[in-house]
């Protein structure tokens, strides 16, 4: 997988409003920056991690999502839980047809975290990270982050695998943090 293909193609699920990413950049797992690290680079949920680390739940809400038989794409910020405080931005296309139905109707439904969902499921997972990115976030999403235009973040691309089944495609991109 190239990254920046991978980012790109995520990216066009969701074409309408203004470019998401000024600029990306693959960079090597070891030089990706604390506490970017912690929170990027392992083999995790996203939800957890976030939870951990701002020390509260966070809720999903969903901003776009398209639903084409069993592929479902879905554009997603993760705020602390009861705030409007972003914490992260993603993108999620799902192979619904590697979930249960319980699974799906959870899902689709879209009332709580994907990760959540995977864990209160029990659905049998690994999460395959593909790559980090150092990210200049675009118009879209300095507006979801409300941060400077230049300002810089990170982000992964990952897949979850359901079952031993490339379910999942994800980007997940965190707000700005202090380095």
Do not use: W
């Not at 797992?29 to 739940?57: I, Q, R």
């Not at 992964?156 to 031993?164: E, G, N, S």
């Amino acid at each position: 997988m190239n990254p920046l293909v991978e980012l790109d193609s995520l990216s066009r699920l969701f074409p309408d409003g203004p470019p998401l990413v000024a600029h990306a950049e693959h960079i090597p797992s070891a030089l990706t920056p604390e506490p970017y690290k912690s929170l990027l680079v392992h083999e995790l949920h996203m939800t957890v991690t976030m939870e951990s680390y701002h020390g509260c739940s966070v809720d999903v809400r969903i901003l776009d999502r398209r639903l084409d038989g069993d592929d479902y794409c879905r554009k997603i910020l993760l705020l602390k839980s009861g705030t409007e405080k972003v914490v992260q931005f993603g993108i999620v296309r799902l192979h619904l047809q590697f979930v249960s139905p319980a699974v799906r109707d959870e899902i689709l439904a879209g009332n709580i975290p994907l990760g959540r969902v995977l864990i209160k499921h029990d659905v049998l997972r690994q999460i395959d990270l593909g790559a980090i990115l150092k990210i200049t976030p675009g118009p879209q999403m300095r507006e979801y982050f409300q941060c400077q235009p230049g300002e810089i973040t990170y982000g992964r691309l990952a897949t979850i695998f359901c079952d031993q089944k490339p379910a999942i495609d994800l980007l997940e991109v965190s707000a700005p943090l202090p380095v």
